[in-house]
């Protein structure tokens, strides 16, 4: 059976999910006085451009005649994959400063407000809704047993025996990993935000800002993918740890460059 230290890390993946972006934004609100508005475009870029466009776009290429070619080549899905999520993304980002948000991009910080909204939404679609399942299934296979996996897997015995391996063997530490992630992720889309903020409203325009964003978030993507099942969970999250870095790293340089001298002291930290 499931064990109850499974059981709270598959809740607390859960409520992760939830908290993560709202405490992420009212921080950010509070200590620097980022707008709610920028962080609630981000959320919508993201659903837009993530959850409605890349993943139709995925439906197509993956089902194409070549896409079995794709998922069956880890270095090729490594870099459809990556290519994929850093064009929809970051050109959606591109977009929302240049025609949603160019009336509003003043006060510098809010970068780090939309960057939340994007990064706190793919944490919220990732992280709650797969700690929710994660955990309704634990209850499930804790009432019913193997009958409650055969009617999720529709009959389909290996796949309901799969189901259940999986709750049983996966460690309560590799949930709270999924965390540890999801914050790494967060900075990382914040620090992406800047770049591509100052892309936009950098005198003359910097295309190679936004040309920079793309192979960041290209780079981190493509090197995650694959590695994953390579390495060690903890140490594939260390490595993506240290690229996050890398990412914000490469934004505050940015930042001390271009953004008002109001604010490039403060808010760089």
């Not at 409203?201 to 040309?211: Q, T």
């Amino acid at each position: 059976m499931v064990s109850n230290f499974t059981m709270i890390a598959m809740a607390i993946q859960a409520g992760a999910g939830v908290l993560l972006p709202i405490i992420t934004i009212a921080v950010l609100s509070k200590k620097y006085g980022c707008r709610i508005k920028h962080f609630f475009v981000g959320i919508l870029v993201f659903m837009v451009f993530v959850v409605m466009l890349e993943t139709r776009f995925h439906g197509m290429m993956l089902s194409s005649p070549n896409g079995a070619a794709i998922q069956n080549n880890p270095l090729l899905m490594a870099l459809y994959s990556a290519a994929a999520a850093a064009l929809f993304e970051e050109i959606g980002r591109y977009v929302a400063f240049r025609f949603i948000l160019n009336r509003d991009m003043e006060a510098d910080i809010n970068a780090l407000s939309y960057g939340a909204g994007h990064g706190g939404f793919e944490c919220f679609y990732l992280l709650a809704s797969a700690g929710a399942n994660n955990l309704l299934m634990a209850l499930s296979y804790r009432a019913a047993g193997m009958d409650a996996m055969m009617t999720l897997a529709d009959g389909d015995a290996a796949l309901a025996q799969s189901f259940a391996d999986t709750l049983v063997q996966t460690p309560a530490w590799m949930f709270l990993l999924s965390v540890a992630e999801r914050c790494f992720a967060i900075a990382m889309h914040m620090g992406l935000s800047v770049l591509v903020w100052f892309a936009v409203k950098a005198r003359g325009g910097k295309l190679s800002l936004l040309l920079l964003a793309i192979g960041l978030h290209f780079a981190v993507d493509f090197i995650t993918v694959l590695l994953n099942g390579k390495l060690p969970a903890a140490l594939l999250e260390v490595i993506v740890g240290v690229l996050a870095v890398g990412v914000v790293l490469a934004a505050r340089m940015v930042w001390k460059r271009y953004a008002e001298p109001a604010e490039s002291e403060g808010a760089a930290a």
